[in-house]
């Protein structure tokens, strides 16, 4: 279980990183303060700054968030997020008080910004102790550091009685007092960078190696075309109708394309130690078939099961492309299905729905099989984790959007009471939905 524990862990890693480096990469590009991107929750278990940002890892590996200047959404700036602000522009020129080397090893954030402040006192301009302009905002700092004896006390004053220099800097690095479009595009980010990492990711698959099915039959169904027609276990198909059939998925689309004409499978039938070539023509049978969303559907068929033998398939960069690209549709298609059979009632929510354990179980199944295998389940799963943002749902990125097209269409935000109704309705759901999912997966390990 450990094993399983592991991967379960990495895969998500892996997902989280994407979703959230959407959010981090777009939020840098329409000029958007990013004070944190976290992998995991707190407590942190290290980390580290690079230019405006901390960089860390949390002890609770499933999830992860990007932090962005600013709490709500059309409202004014208050004196704790001023100074979580104000505390981030000391950090700023510490830093590159120290990439110029004006600061040595850090000797705490009051003393290294008092040094900072009072060699601006007596330098010629800014580059010498920065190497770079002092920023407005910058400069309001560091003269209310020279003022006041405490490192503290000159950020809480500047917090509880800003400028308007402090005002227009701060609104134009958070993200709430971004333009609509830019706010939107920040959010959508996230579930995009699920949803185009999913061909990325089988591009490389495509490319190292695919385990495909071979067209090898395993067992005929008694009484069905197939077994009637003389197919045996062992035969190999080689065409359909003339069309070559290179694996199982080849072989089973054409039958079922032929919409219950009689097709020509031409086969290889092993003979001792050779093999002789056969032809046989067969008229499939429709039956109704029950899909993995409890509906049932018409399928043409001649009654043959794999033998399960495989070969690995490598593509040439251009058509693992083009195979990915189809297959993250295809993917995608299916999980919207399969949503909407939930909702529809056609699905049973617990036949449906897996938690954190059977997701670290399959994770755990899929990597002994193999990189090709592993890979595909956390496809499956970026796709799953981009779709599913995109409800709307509050807390989910859907419900920002929500909110956002609320914003749209009355050209204000919602006031905050009906956002923060909302957002706790949206937590009791997720955390209702937690709780089923887990028990669930009890309950399936239980029964077996």
């Known amino acids: 279980m450990i094993y399983s524990i592991c991967f379960a862990a990495l895969v998500f890693a892996v997902l989280v990183i994407v979703h959230e480096a959407g959010h981090f990469a777009m939020a840098k590009k329409v000029g958007v303060r990013v004070l944190r991107f976290s992998i995991g929750y707190p407590p942190k278990v290290f980390g580290f700054r690079r230019g405006e940002t901390e960089y860390s890892v949390g002890a609770t590996p499933f999830g992860g968030y990007v932090r962005m200047l600013g709490d709500e959404v059309g409202e004014d700036p208050k004196s704790e997020e001023l100074n979580i602000y104000l505390h981030e522009l000391g950090l700023d020129l510490i830093g590159a008080a120290r990439d110029h080397g004006q600061v040595g090893a850090s000797a705490g954030f009051d003393d290294d910004l008092r040094v900072i402040a009072n060699r601006f006192a007596g330098a010629p301009d800014s580059t010498s102790v920065i190497g770079r302009q002092l920023k407005p905002d910058e400069a309001l700092l560091i003269n209310e550091i020279r003022r006041e004896p405490k490192i503290d006390d000159a950020i809480k004053s500047l917090a509880s009685n800003p400028p308007a220099t402090l005002l227009e800097a701060f609104r134009q690095r958070a993200f709430p007092t971004q333009p609509l479009g830019k706010r939107t595009l920040i959010v959508l980010a996230g579930p995009?960078?699920?949803?185009?990492?999913?061909?990325?990711?089988?591009?490389?698959?495509?490319?190292?190696?695919?385990?495909?099915?071979?067209p090898v039959i395993g067992k005929p169904t008694k009484d069905l075309p197939a077994a009637k027609a003389g197919v045996l276990a062992g035969d190999r198909i080689l065409s359909v109708n003339g069309h070559p059939t290179e694996t199982w998925n080849d072989f089973s689309a054409a039958i079922k394309a032929g919409n219950g004409s009689p097709v020509t499978l031409d086969l290889s039938r092993p003979q001792g130690q050779s093999s002789v070539r056969k032809t046989i023509v067969i008229t499939p049978t429709r039956i109704d078939q029950k899909t993995i969303y409890g509906t049932n559907a018409p399928t043409w068929i001649i009654g043959v099961q794999p033998s399960g033998a495989e070969k690995v398939q490598h593509y040439g960069p251009i058509r693992a492309v083009r195979e990915a690209c189809y297959t993250t549709v295809e993917i995608t298609g299916q999980t919207l299905i399969g949503i909407a059979s939930i909702f529809g009632g056609s699905v049973p929510v617990k036949d449906a729905l897996g938690g954190p354990i059977q997701i670290a179980q399959m994770a755990g199944k899929e990597a002994h099989a193999g990189f090709a295998n592993l890979a595909l389940f956390t496809v499956m799963l970026s796709l799953n984790l981009g779709i599913i943002n995109l409800l709307p749902v509050p807390l989910l990125d859907g419900g920002h959007l929500l909110f956002f097209a609320f914003e749209g269409v009355r050209g204000k935000p919602l006031e905050l009471r009906y956002r923060e109704a909302m957002l706790q309705v949206g937590l009791f759901l997720l955390v209702a939905l937690m709780a089923f999912v887990i028990f669930n997966d009890i309950s399936r390990i239980v029964q077996g």
Do not use: K
């Not at 995009?192 to 071979?214: D, E, H, R």
């Open 192 to 214: 995009v960078a699920n949803l185009l990492f999913a061909p990325l990711l089988l591009s490389l698959v495509y490319m190292t190696g695919m385990p495909m099915l071979l």
